[in-house]
């Protein structure tokens, strides 16, 4: 009888761990260097799960305003991208769209400072 009552919680617990494996690691940015720049200078992001199978695209944002950065070299644990030309003055966020099914703009918690 306990082998009953005991089977399908074991069913639950597998397909829940499962499915979170299959989930998408998560990006996170921690440091960014240096933490000044201007136009064309090439600035490095470092975090975790930075990859192009996590990192579809990079933003700079000050909330209202969004101006796509060129990646210039991408891994696991970085990202190098140039300041675009186009880029007022200002201390701006960097947000990442993420890759999968259901993709996301995720604003970071480091700012970059423009000149």
Known sequence: MRAFILAPILLV???TTTCLLAQPAFPQMK???PPTG????????TGENLDKSNVAELYLTDGQHDIKA????????????KIPSSIKPG???LMVLTKGKNPKLIEEPVKVTIE
């Open 13 to 15: 617990a597998l397909a």
């Open 70 to 81: 060129v990646m210039t070299q991408q891994t696991a644990t970085s990202i190098k991208f």
């Open 38 to 45: 201007k136009s064309g200078d090439v600035v490095t992001v």
């Open 91 to 93: 201390r701006l966020a």
């Open 31 to 33: 440091t960014v260097e």
